[in-house]
């Protein structure tokens, strides 16, 4: 019974609450928003070969012209070595549309590994528009795995717990694990089912030359009353390790991640996953 209240006053004293912030569609001066369509992306690279990334670019509102807009590499906040990438220095959205594209190409060099490194990009500020935030593209090399592997039902077994004592994912979760595309496999799941009724979130990792890497500051749509900020899960710390898998076996993985990355609601904890394939 102490136990029971203790899990109350722990769940109470938290007040997760379930949150996803509106967007921002225009400034005091009523410019659209011109911005990247997520805060993050990945940059795979095949060993010894290439790789290519579509990073959305949307407006908030139509023109009957083409936009151009330009787009600089924040140096100061790059580590991605000078080679593995190619940034063009303009996307433009068509007329009469919301989205233009821009594609980052990416050269397997020598320091290129399964260890990310960052590439900032950001929108040039122009006449008529507000730009929205830069955007950090995780750079790194990956090995083909055949396109059915890790894909299909899988039982999680939490081996590590996260900073609220809890499975990050719930216990005896099971998930579907799909392939978007390439190395990338996602699922759906809400943040600490075991501590409310929170929102579903599509989750995604990438299959790395027998590492599983967590993709990085991934919103758990999900915060405490205390702080603003919701909860991320982010890439495992390179102390704790990532995950591993075996490419000739779908059978079963490990999956590394760091749960609260940046202690918005306490302590950032490392958290291991056993999956085993249903």
């Known amino acids: 019974m102490k136990n029971i209240f203790k899990f109350l006053g722990l769940a109470l004293a938290i007040l997760m609450v379930s949150c996803e912030a509106d967007p921002v569609i225009y400034n005091g001066n009523n410019n659209p928003l011109i911005a990247f369509s997520s805060p ?6 095949v060993i010894d070969a290439t790789g290519s990334l579509d990073v959305p670019v949307n407006a908030s509102s139509l023109s009957s012209t083409d936009r151009t807009v330009g787009v600089e590499v924040v140096l100061d906040e790059t580590t991605a070595l000078t080679g593995s990438y190619s940034v063009p220095a ?5 007329a009469n549309e919301y989205t233009g594209i821009l594609t980052i190409n ?4 020598a320091g290129v590994d399964t260890s990310a490194l960052s590439l900032t990009i950001a929108l040039t500020p122009g006449s ?3 730009a929205g935030p830069n955007a950090t593209v995780n750079v790194f ?8 592997f890790f894909t299909g039902n899988y039982q999680m077994t939490h081996l590590v717990f996260n900073g609220f004592g809890v499975p990050t994912f719930g216990f005896a979760k099971q998930v579907d694990l799909l392939n978007p595309g390439g190395t990338t496999r996602t699922f ?3 943040y600490a089912p075991d501590l409310g009724a929170f929102s579903d979130v599509t989750w995604s990792f990438s299959l790395s030359c027998n590492e599983v890497i967590w993709g990085a500051s991934q919103d758990a749509l999900v915060g405490c009353a205390a702080t ?3 909860i991320e899960l982010s890439t495992a710390d390179a102390a704790f390790g990532n995950g591993a898998y075996d490419p000739l076996n779908d059978a079963s ?5 760091v749960d609260d990355d940046v202690d918005d609601c306490g302590a950032r904890t490392n958290v291991s996953i056993l999956m085993t394939k249903i």
């Open 141 to 148: 090399q990956i090995c083909p795995v055949d396109e059915t």
């Open 228 to 230: 603003p900020a919701n």
């Open 188 to 190: 759906v799941a809400p």
């Open 128 to 130: 008529g528009f507000t």
């Open 106 to 109: 990416g050269t397997d060099i």
């Open 253 to 257: 993985f490990t999956m590394n991640l």
């Open 90 to 94: 303009t996307v433009t959205i068509p």
């Open 40 to 45: 993050s992306y990945n940059l795979e690279i």
